[in-house]
């Protein structure tokens, strides 16, 4: 098995996920996780499927040094919304097929679109 040193990690991508029922939760977690984690990058809020995520979703972009944090945060304060969280490694493929860590339930990704 290979062994990957761990400054491989550029940065932690989040994506929330929602639905049409989940929406407004998923809206007001948005905002809460803008004032709770101020040196997050929070992404666009698509209501529809985009890259490979197989329903509505918005990404938060982090450092390396808030992944426990971060992560740790969503283990209690999800609001019954599932996440993906996976590194950014400059391989995406991997980073969403191999290293990915759910908090909730997981979905199948469209991952075609990776390579």
């Given at each position: 098995?290979?062994?990957?040193?761990?400054?491989?990690?550029?940065?932690?991508?989040?994506?929330?996920?929602?639905?049409?029922?989940?929406?407004?939760?998923?809206?007001?977690?948005?905002?809460?996780?803008?004032?709770?984690?101020?040196?997050?990058?929070?992404?666009?809020?698509?209501?529809?499927?985009?890259?490979?995520?197989?329903?509505?979703?918005?990404?938060?972009?982090?450092?390396?040094?808030?992944?426990?944090?971060?992560?740790?945060?969503?283990?209690?304060?999800?609001?019954?919304?599932?996440?993906?969280?996976?590194?950014?490694?400059?391989?995406?493929?991997?980073?969403?097929?191999?290293?990915?860590?759910?908090?909730?339930?997981?979905?199948?990704?469209?991952?075609?679109?990776?390579g």
């Open positions: 098995m290979a062994r990957y040193p761990i400054d491989q990690i550029q940065s932690w991508h989040a994506h929330v996920y929602f639905d049409g029922e989940s929406r407004d939760r998923a809206a007001a977690l948005y905002e809460v996780v803008r004032e709770q984690f101020p040196q997050t990058e929070l992404g666009r809020f698509h209501e529809k499927p985009v890259g490979p995520h197989p329903m509505g979703s918005y990404q938060i972009h982090f450092a390396p040094e808030s992944l426990m944090e971060i992560v740790s945060w969503f283990s209690l304060n999800r609001d019954g919304l599932d996440v993906l969280v996976h590194p950014n490694t400059g391989d995406a493929l991997g980073d969403h097929r191999d290293r990915a860590v759910w908090v909730g339930k997981s979905y199948t990704l469209d991952l075609s679109m990776l």
